[in-house]
């Protein structure tokens, strides 16, 4: 596609930056299906043609999130009005986060392709499947907030992300490495931390997304002073 047809496409548009604000939504929605149903596959030992064919959801955010900066770049780049330059940064930041969801997700599935077997969290572990119900009750969360640009939650999924996330995993994978844990065997020995860092990596991201909507914008990804 031409310059020319790109900027012709601009003049027939609405308004690019909300095309793009909806598109972001529509990636953030389709990362929490992928996760939602990577978990599920974790837990049933789904077949490796069924995991194989969920990975490639991952392409579909990729596309989502090339699309969202194609759009937010364009805007601005014949567009007078910089007042709106601030939410298309934001919007930038934002969409990088949920690319990594996609990703971390893409990792569990790898994951559950090596190990075959069905992995339930309770079983091996019980602070494993606190973990697991944290992140996947803070990325519907996440999603929430994000939609319905609910501040107050957003402002509460930041205060508690240490204590009810962080720490778990870090406790979990601290418990792996010293042995106080028994595993069954060295499979189990391996899943389990790797699958807690991935669930701790996920859950910073679900973080930072929360930063987009609470922080100024030199303090997204990072503690507010």
Same mark, same amino acid.
């Given at each position: 596609?031409?310059?020319?047809?790109?900027?012709?496409?601009?003049?027939?548009?609405? +308004?690019?930056?909300?095309?793009?604000?909806?598109?972001?939504?529509?990636?953030?929605?389709?990362?929490? +299906?992928?996760?939602?149903?990577a978990?599920?596959?974790?837990?049933?030992?789904?077949?490796?043609?069924?995991?194989?064919?969920?990975?490639?959801? #991952?392409?579909?955010?990729?596309?989502?999130q090339?699309?969202?900066?194609?759009?937010?770049?364009?805007?601005?780049?014949?567009?007078?009005?910089?007042?709106?330059?601030?939410?298309?940064?934001?919007?930038?930041?934002?969409?990088?986060?949920?690319?990594?969801? $996609? +990703?971390?997700?893409?990792?569990?599935? #790898?994951?559950?392709?090596?190990?075959?077997?069905?992995?339930?969290?309770? &079983?091996?572990?019980?602070?494993?499947?606190?973990?697991?119900? &944290?992140?996947?009750?803070?990325?519907?969360?996440?999603?929430?907030?994000? $939609?319905?640009?609910?501040?107050?939650?957003?402002?509460?999924?930041?205060?508690?992300?240490? &204590?009810?996330?962080?720490?778990?995993? #870090?406790?979990?994978?601290?418990?792996?490495?010293?042995?106080?844990?028994?595993?069954?065997?060295?499979?189990?020995?391996t899943?389990?931390?790797?699958?807690?860092?991935?669930?701790?990596?996920? $859950?910073?991201?679900?973080?930072?997304?929360?930063?987009?909507?609470?922080?100024?914008? &030199?303090?997204?990804?990072?503690?507010?002073?």
């Amino acid at each position: 596609m031409s310059i020319f047809k790109d900027i012709v496409s601009i003049w027939k548009s609405e +308004d690019l930056l909300s095309q793009a604000w909806d598109e972001s939504r529509e990636m953030m929605a389709l990362s929490e +299906d992928m996760f939602s149903s990577a978990i599920k596959y974790l837990r049933r030992g789904a077949k490796i043609k069924k995991l194989k064919k969920l990975k490639k959801e #991952d392409k579909k955010i990729n596309e989502f999130q090339q699309n969202v900066r194609k759009k937010v770049v364009t805007h601005f780049s014949v567009s007078k009005n910089i007042d709106s330059l601030p939410n298309g940064l934001v919007l930038l930041n934002m969409i990088i986060d949920v690319e990594r969801l $996609g +990703d971390y997700t893409k990792n569990i599935l #790898d994951m559950a392709i090596y190990y075959p077997e069905a992995l339930v969290s309770e &079983e091996l572990l019980p602070e494993l499947n606190t973990l697991e119900n &944290e992140v996947m009750s803070r990325f519907q969360k996440t999603c929430e907030s994000v $939609g319905r640009q609910d501040i107050v939650l957003a402002e509460h999924l930041l205060k508690t992300h240490q &204590e009810s996330l962080a720490t778990v995993s #870090d406790d979990i994978v601290h418990n792996c490495i010293s042995g106080t844990i028994d595993f069954k065997n060295n499979k189990q020995a391996t899943v389990v931390p790797l699958y807690a860092r991935y669930l701790k990596r996920i $859950g910073s991201h679900l973080k930072n997304i929360s930063t987009t909507m609470v922080n100024p914008y &030199e303090y997204i990804g990072y503690k507010k002073p």
